[in-house]
């Protein structure tokens, strides 16, 4: 199979010819610079240290096209980008100064090199009528956004090799109200007044769909996957309880599936980190067709011979590979055995794509990643 037929097969529910491999395509299955600097030069790759979204205080690389082919990604992205003339602004602002995005939210440097995402610009508001008067809202139809994506989409749909990753960046209205508030200050107002933890998820999604629905326009019939996404656990649970979930945030995922499916025969990707297992029936019924990053350090998220089991026939499992233990703090045999591991388990009859649980920090030696790639391939054909 092609990599593209390989991953239509196995998001449909089908056995391809071996699990699919995504890696490197968003911020949400990239790779941070320090390992694709040496994925290069393992492999004698020499490529330009570009970075994904023009954004270097984000950290996640843009891989080139010979380093994807080496690390046998089945799937590429087509991404969207701030205005230019914000990421003019931040390009002409003064060194270690703090990155300011076009909603007004940002990040600050704590240490040389490293970036927190600190910078709240409504911390204060209570009211919709505070939520009206912040002059920050961003322009969602600024054309720079999306002016490459048609070609881009365009492109690679006529080479029809690899299979179509599309996601603009954080479109997702509960990670955007902790930016927009803080997350503690955002998760008490959960807690303490719903009516305008609801107007301010709802005003946010309501710019997203600003800039969606004019991306979905412009990648046409020329996508595979949609990336969505909120970070809802962790390590231990979920950020909120189910309940909360249902009565504030779930109703405006829903909406905003909706909002999607109605434009596009793409599937659906969610991604959300922590233990979600909670949830995961929720996200079936509002039409999630692919989970990610299956964070297997996570409670619930650990028992995948459950997950496939109460799950497998109704949503893909993309992920799994531990970014927690296993690929920063193993050797390269650990990191093969967790890839034959997670295979066994999630594969069998298809419906499982293999990543790392996120992004590829910088503490992670190239050679596990290498490591991990190289196992799906041996470890990954059907049948397993």
Same mark, same amino acid.
């Given at each position: 199979?092609?990599?593209?037929?390989?991953?239509?097969?196995?998001?449909?529910?089908?056995?391809?010819? +071996?699990?699919?491999?995504?890696?490197?395509?968003?911020?949400?299955?990239?790779?941070?610079?320090?390992?694709?600097?040496?994925?290069?030069?393992?492999?004698?790759?020499?490529?330009?240290?570009?970075?994904?979204?023009?954004?270097?205080?984000?950290?996640?690389?843009?891989?080139?096209?010979?380093?994807?082919?080496?690390?046998?990604?089945?799937?590429?992205?087509?991404?969207?980008?701030?205005?230019?003339?914000? +990421?003019? +602004?931040?390009?002409?602002?003064?060194?270690?100064?703090?990155?300011?995005?076009?909603?007004?939210?940002?990040?600050?440097?704590?240490?040389?090199?490293?970036?927190?995402?600190?910078?709240?610009?409504?911390?204060?508001?209570?009211?919709?009528?505070?939520?009206?008067?912040?002059?920050?809202?961003?322009?969602?139809?600024?054309?720079?956004?999306?002016?490459?994506?048609?070609?881009?989409?365009?492109?690679?749909?006529?080479?029809?090799?690899?299979?179509?990753?599309?996601?603009?960046?954080?479109?997702?209205?509960?990670?955007?109200?902790?930016?927009?508030?803080?997350?503690?200050?955002?998760?008490?107002?959960?807690?303490?007044?719903?009516?305008?933890? +609801?107007?301010?998820?709802?005003?946010?999604?309501?710019?997203?769909?600003?800039?969606?629905?004019?991306?979905?326009?412009?990648?046409?019939?020329?996508?595979?996957?949609?990336?969505?996404?909120?970070?809802?656990?962790?390590?231990?649970?979920?950020?909120?309880?189910?309940?909360?979930?249902?009565?504030?945030?779930?109703?405006?995922?829903? #909406?905003?599936?909706?909002?999607?499916?109605?434009?596009?025969?793409?599937?659906?990707?969610?991604?959300?980190?922590?233990?979600?297992?909670?949830?995961?029936?929720?996200?079936?019924?509002?039409?999630?067709?692919?989970?990610?990053?299956?964070?297997?350090?996570?409670?619930?998220?650990?028992?995948?011979?459950?997950?496939?089991?109460?799950?497998?026939?109704?949503?893909?499992?993309?992920?799994?590979?531990?970014?927690?233990?296993?690929?920063?703090?193993?050797?390269?045999? #650990?990191?093969?055995?967790?890839?034959?591991?997670?295979?066994?388990?999630?594969?069998?009859?298809?419906?499982?794509?293999?990543?790392?649980?996120?992004?590829?920090?910088? #503490?992670?030696?190239?050679?596990?990643?290498?490591?991990?790639?190289?196992?799906?391939?041996?470890?990954?054909?059907?049948?397993?």
């Amino acid at each position: 199979m092609t990599s593209r037929e390989r991953v239509l097969t196995t998001i449909n529910h089908g056995q391809a010819d +071996r699990v699919p491999l995504i890696i490197g395509v968003s911020n949400a299955t990239g790779i941070k610079m320090k390992p694709y600097q040496g994925i290069k030069q393992l492999a004698g790759i020499e490529a330009p240290d570009n970075y994904l979204y023009d954004w270097p205080e984000l950290g996640t690389a843009e891989i080139d096209e010979q380093t994807m082919l080496r690390l046998h990604s089945d799937v590429r992205g087509v991404l969207d980008l701030e205005p230019e003339s914000v +990421r003019r +602004r931040n390009h002409q602002r003064e060194p270690h100064s703090d990155f300011i995005d076009s909603w007004g939210s940002g990040q600050t440097e704590t240490t040389p090199g490293d970036w927190y995402p600190g910078i709240h610009p409504i911390p204060e508001a209570r009211t919709r009528d505070d939520l009206d008067a912040y002059p920050g809202w961003p322009d969602m139809s600024d054309p720079s956004r999306i002016a490459h994506v048609r070609e881009q989409a365009r492109l690679l749909a006529e080479e029809n090799r690899f299979a179509i990753l599309a996601t603009p960046w954080l479109l997702f209205p509960f990670e955007r109200a902790h930016a927009m508030q803080g997350m503690e200050t955002f998760l008490m107002n959960m807690a303490m007044d719903q009516d305008f933890a +609801r107007a301010l998820l709802e005003k946010i999604a309501v710019y997203c769909k600003q800039l969606m629905g004019p991306f979905l326009e412009q990648l046409g019939d020329n996508v595979d996957i949609i990336k969505i996404g909120d970070d809802l656990g962790t390590q231990e649970s979920l950020m909120i309880s189910p309940k909360m979930y249902r009565e504030i945030l779930k109703p405006v995922h829903a #909406d905003f599936i909706s909002f999607i499916k109605a434009r596009t025969n793409a599937k659906v990707l969610f991604h959300s980190d922590g233990d979600v297992e909670p949830l995961i029936d929720d996200f079936i019924e509002i039409g999630v067709d692919i989970l990610n990053p299956i964070q297997t350090s996570a409670g619930k998220m650990s028992d995948l011979a459950s997950l496939k089991k109460h799950f497998g026939d109704n949503i893909v499992f993309c992920g799994g590979i531990d970014s927690h233990r296993i690929l920063p703090h193993g050797s390269v045999a #650990d990191v093969r055995e967790e890839v034959r591991r997670v295979i066994q388990s999630l594969g069998p009859g298809g419906g499982c794509m293999i990543g790392a649980v996120h992004t590829v920090m910088n #503490d992670v030696p190239p050679e596990n990643v290498l490591a991990m790639v190289d196992a799906v391939e041996e470890f990954g054909r059907y049948p397993l």
